[in-house]
């Protein structure tokens, strides 16, 4: 069983900066895949940014050039920093860790920080 940990939300002024943790423990598996998804009120839950076991990642084309997603030195670790934030970026964003296994995936869900951009 994988458990999963995100930190880092608050609030910001449009145009600031944050950085979100997230770390995935109690896992057999080497590295996991990681993302970061958000979820706004009256709105789906959305892809933000991934980083595979293999160190590819991708971005919502909304926050192409402004989030970085990154693995830290622990194994399992991520962090999301997010520049020039606009209130748009409002939501909570959840942490995701997916472990894959003779061709299914399983996913693992923090319990997500809010991060809120407002003047």
């Known amino acids: 069983q994988v458990q999963v940990v995100e930190s880092g939300g608050g609030l910001v002024q449009p145009g600031g900066s944050l950085r979100l943790s997230c770390a995935a423990s109690r896992s057999i598996f080497s590295r996991l895949d990681m993302g970061w998804y958000r979820q706004a009120p009256g709105k789906q839950r959305e892809l933000v940014a991934l980083i595979t076991s293999g160190d590819s990642t991708n971005y919502a084309d909304s926050v192409k050039g402004r989030f970085t997603i990154s693995r830290g030195n622990a194994k399992n670790t991520v962090y999301l920093q997010m520049n020039s934030l606009k209130s748009e970026d409002t939501a909570v964003y959840y942490c995701?860790?997916?472990?894959?296994?003779?061709?299914?995936?399983?996913?693992?869900w923090g319990q997500g920080t809010q991060v809120t951009v407002s003047s």
């Open positions: 995701n860790a997916r472990a894959s296994f003779l061709g299914t995936n399983y996913d693992y």
